[in-house]
């Protein structure tokens, strides 16, 4: 493994990692502090806000839900654990993607999975992992597909529809069997044969058995993957979890407007520190979404009443209040609140977040306040490039560094092609070209004596005769890169290897193309090796 300072697209979760003043303002704490990790388990122990979940009845549902996926029994003793006061979490989450989703999502799990390991030998008390799946969200389409880079190296995609077309969460849509049968087939397709693959199709039919919803199957399939390491897995979505948040529902309904002026005031704090809103604050937000009609809804204030986009639907507080107390299941939560309903629900210790995950939780530090609760550590997640062994060897034989590939690709291969390039012929054909312009343009203008129209003529004579030198020129350059084309398909490797669609790895390919060419020893390298969480980037040869 190398490490590389891969800077962020986010400027906020760039500063925050590497502690500039403006944006330390806007945390509590720092991950790069120790100090900071003991004041927050202080704080936990001391000041437990009178906001909080029943933990015995968090322990019922926990197990409950991880029974329905099959977890690990590693999963099951920390579930246990958290019957015990003293015990802390540290937790993330991601949207539910189509078997696992990007690469990404796998790093966000290692990287919770290493700190609770960590934080619980350094305390000697229980951290226990956990995994948030955030089942509630309806963009159908930010879920649906994978990517991988076929044998052929095009970069497939496959993905499922929408089996309904109502704008509502990811977790209540069943998919038919033969929907994820089309979807097993082409994956099973694009995958290339080798010893791991027949276990790997298994494995991934088993998660999708029953016309499971694309949270059903991730669930599966995390608890396949991490549950031996204990990881415990939640849908932000599911039903029994709602009745137990159903008292914190009950506080962003009764308390909705001061919950939006601290969401406002953040917003100042963080425009005034020099960094641009991540996600859309406004006055009249409610930053609470209600289920009506089949769909998903987010809801805004309008006077006395709490009202969707279209206005179909309208609610006063006190409807809303009802709704939380009695049918918590009919309400959801947004960006804003989630992080709230966390804190909530958990004693945690740090969170586990994405660059742009950082940038809009810097606008809830004093929601948090607001409601008596202190925003946890904020951990940014680890990041990894997979360079498989036949890449590296490329990379090494024509001279391309991991920086060359992201910077100044299309340059380094140009020069290694004009490197090779013994007939020097763009020399020789810019000399000729040079030569016939300055022997022919001076004859072409005496024409002029003659008249304009020979002059003209040719002028455009000219023209011509240097366009079919460039066409030759051009023809002779493709004809000679021809004896290159193995090397230029090696080199398009390592780019779509490093930088597939001109994003990072891990926001494109999905991880089991990795697990049917290597198995699982990679990822539980990944996990097994302790790996400091410290905001850079790691380049990791397979």
């Known amino acids: 493994m190398e490490t590389f300072h891969w800077k962020k697209n986010q400027k906020l979760a760039e500063d925050y990692i590497h502690q500039s003043a403006q944006a330390a303002a806007l945390f509590p704490y720092h991950f790069g502090h120790q100090e900071d990790w003991q004041s927050r388990i202080k704080w936990l122990d001391e000041g437990q806000p009178t906001l909080s979940a029943d933990r015995g009845r968090l322990v019922e549902v926990l197990r409950s839900y991880n029974e329905r996926i099959g977890n690990a029994e590693a999963a099951f003793d920390q579930i246990a654990a958290l019957e015990g006061k003293e015990t802390l979490v540290i937790v993330g989450g991601q949207q539910a993607g189509l078997f696992g989703g990007s690469l990404l999502v796998l790093y966000k799990a290692i990287t919770i999975i290493q700190l609770a390991r960590e934080w619980s030998a350094k305390l000697n008390r229980q951290v226990v992992p956990i995994f948030w799946i955030a089942g509630e969200d309806h963009d159908f389409d930010e879920v649906n597909h994978l ?95 709602r009745t137990i948040e159903s008292p914190m529902f009950e506080q962003l309904v009764r308390q909705n407007e001061a919950f939006a002026a601290s969401l406002l005031k953040s917003q100042e704090d963080v425009q005034q520190a020099g960094y641009s809103s991540q996600a859309d604050v406004t006055n009249d937000g409610a930053n609470l979404f209600v289920y009506a009609g089949g769909h998903r809804l987010l809801l805004h204030r309008e006077g006395e009443y709490f009202t969707d986009k279209k206005k179909e639907y309208r609610f006063t507080k006190e409807q809303l209040q009802d709704m939380a107390v009695t049918s918590p299941e009919q309400l959801s939560n947004n ?5 709230l309903m ?9 969170t586990v977040l994405g660059p742009g995950e950082i940038a809009y939780w810097a606008l809830t530090k004093q929601a948090f306040s607001h409601f008596g609760m202190k925003m946890p550590i904020v951990a940014p997640r680890l990041e990894f490039t997979l360079i498989e062994g036949t890449v590296q060897k490329q990379m090494h034989k024509y001279d391309f560094t991991f920086e060359d590939v992201m910077y100044r690709f299309e340059q380094k291969k140009q020069d290694w092609l004009d490197s090779q390039d013994t ?6 054909f810019d000399r000729v070209k040079t030569e016939f312009r300055d022997s022919y343009a001076p004859l072409v203008d005496s024409l002029a004596v003659i008249n304009q129209g020979v002059k003209k003529l040719g002028d455009t004579n000219l023209a011509k005769i240097i366009e079919q030198i460039e066409f030759l020129q051009h023809k002779a350059a493709d004809a000679y890169k021809t004896q290159f084309d193995a090397t230029l398909r090696q080199l398009e490797r390592i780019r779509l290897t490093i930088l597939p669609l001109a994003k990072p790895q891990e926001r494109v390919y999905n991880g089991c193309a990795y697990m049917n060419r290597y198995g699982n020893d990679w990822l539980k390298e990944l996990l097994e090796t302790p790996i400091p969480v410290d905001g850079l980037h790691r380049v990791y040869y397979l």
């Not at 960006?335 to 992080?339: D, F």
């Not at 966390?342 to 740090?350: I, S």
């Not at 007939?423 to 020789?428: I, K, T, Y």
Request: no cysteine; charged share 25%; glycine share 4%.
């Open 147 to 241: 990517f991988t880079l076929s044998n052929t190296q095009q970069i497939d995609k496959i993905k499922v529809d929408h089996p309904t077309g109502q704008r509502t969460s990811v977790s209540k849509l069943r998919l038919e069997p033969e929907a994820w049968k089309v979807a097993l087939t082409a994956l099973d397709q694009s995958l290339m044969d080798t010893e791991f693959k027949a276990s790997l199709m298994a494995k991934l039919e088993s998660a999708a058995e029953g016309g499971a919803t694309l949270s059903d199957a991730f669930a599966r399939w995390m608890a396949m993957l991490f549950g031996e390491y204990g990881l415990v897995l939640i849908d932000s979505d599911e039903p029994s979890l």
């Open 335 to 339: 960006v804003m609140s989630r992080p």
């Open 423 to 428: 007939l020097r012929l763009n020399e020789r």
């Open 342 to 350: 966390q804190e909530f629900l958990f004693p945690v210790l740090a």
